[in-house]
């Protein structure tokens, strides 16, 4: 559970920060906390897994990435383990989901794919798809982004 | 990109450690300094390689509900249609895909009645038909790195 205080934490974090020597004495004074206040909740909070990083989120359209698709695939439960462990190590997968079935829509399993171009993507699929030994997939690939943003903090944390 | 933003790129996007001076950390296993990693940051969010830095929250761990949506959308009407999904608030992801459902969007809302309102007005305002809400029953991974060669 976050308090208070972490709450206006996870909103100074939220935003784009100042990139400098004392990134954390910036964010904690702004909070209004001592700095070891600030590191020893954003480490209690990460092992909660509420905070996964403080990290970049790249455009990875402008950096090269710019096949990217989202496959989705029709699978057998005795494929879950086997499709985890592949995703896993591979760099180029970064989302696997699991999602009901619809009437129109058989599909069950979700992999978001990136590469440098379509050729990569569509190779990794291949390989995946052969090392479980199903071919019931769909790759649809991103042709616009209307929108892409994080969450939007103020709107989920301010008070109710 | 140079050799020293890929490498600075590779090493930071796992997350910065959350010491008093991350930097500084960051540079000593480049074997560069905590300037220099900080400057080849610059670099890179000048570059446009960089959207934000900053936390990154899981925000179904605070309560918060999800769900991915499909669409079928006439051509003609895309604009319209995407327009009026991306001005919400709990949409974060919004994207046209190349399959007959060529519309998909990510909404999160504070809780499950406020989900389902939302996915109500969407289909009012938008008029689309044919529409899935596909909610995840289970996350194998969630773990963006793109690694710079």
Known sequence: ?160 | MTTLERQVLNEIQKGIPLVEQPFLVIGERLGISEAEVIDTIDSLKSKDYIRRFGGIVDVNKLGIKSTLVAMKVDENDLDRVASIISEYKGVTHNYERDDAYNLWFTLMERSQEELEEKIGEIKRKTEVEEILSLPATYKHKTNVFFRFK
């Open chain 1, 1 to 160: 559970m976050i308090d208070m205080i972490d709450r206006r934490i996870l909103l100074e974090i939220s935003d784009d920060l100042n990139i400098h020597e004392d990134i954390f004495g910036e964010i904690s004074g702004r909070v209004g906390i001592s700095k070891d206040e600030l590191l020893n909740r954003l480490t209690r909070m990460q092992n909660e897994g509420i905070l996964k990083r403080i990290s970049p989120v790249i455009k990875h359209y402008n950096a090269g990435y710019v096949a990217n698709a989202m496959v989705v695939w029709d699978i057998e439960d005795n494929e879950r383990q086997m499709i985890e462990k592949l995703a896993k190590s591979n760099e180029n997968i970064s989302h696997v989901y699991e999602r009901e079935r619809r009437e129109n829509w058989p599909y069950n399993l979700y992999t978001m794919i990136h590469g440098q171009n379509a050729e990569e993507v569509t190779h990794i699929v291949d390989e995946l798809s052969r090392k479980i030994g199903n071919k019931a997939y769909r790759i649809l690939y991103t042709k616009k982004q209307w929108k892409k943003t994080s969450p939007d903090m103020k709107y989920y944390l301010s008070a109710e």
